[in-house]
């Protein structure tokens, strides 16, 4: 009896490392991993006013399909202003004014919003942004990097950053 049970246990312990592949506890490195999009500098001529006359929201949407529902909810998107050659990364106060750049990132599109009714020359603004999917903000804050971080990086450090 006792030989059947080594024999048992030996078949078991062979089916154990059989069935065990390198594989199975490898984690894969997909393509969700890296950034999903960095777009190129826009122009937004769609402006539309809300708001009174004292304090209006200018806003403007571009659409994007990598922004999905996992990038809105977990992931993060770092937008950017550039007027002629000042690059400012958002949200951000004018200095010496009362212009507030802000904005809003729903599944499918980035909101840019800026509080100020008298904000002049909204169409010469270009706009740029940087999606970064869980999985690829995940991977960075392993690496030491928080959200406060990523939001405080300017353009040139996020484009060598998420490349």
Do not use: H
Request: proline share 1%; hydrophobic share 35%; net charge neutral.
């Amino acid at each position: 009896m006792k030989n059947y049970q080594v024999s048992l246990f030996g078949f078991a312990l062979m089916l154990l490392i059989a069935s065990c592949k390198k594989e199975d506890v490898q984690v894969k490195n997909t393509a969700a991993s890296t950034v999903s999009s960095t777009s190129q500098w826009k122009s937004l001529t769609n402006w539309s006013n809300s708001g009174s006359d004292n304090q209006a929201t200018v806003s403007s949407k571009i659409s994007d399909s990598t922004i999905t529902s996992n990038v809105a909810a977990g992931g993060l998107v770092l937008v950017f202003k550039k007027s002629g050659t000042d690059v400012q990364s958002l949200p951000f106060q004018q200095d010496n004014s009362k212009t507030f750049w802000y904005y809003q990132v729903s599944k499918g599109s980035v909101q840019i919003n800026v509080d100020d009714n008298s904000a002049d020359n909204l169409n010469s603004q270009s706009f740029s942004y940087f999606v970064i999917t869980p999985e690829k903000l995940s991977s960075l804050e392993a690496n030491g990097k928080t959200r406060l971080d990523l939001l405080q990086l300017t353009y040139e450090q996020a484009a060598a950053l998420l490349k």
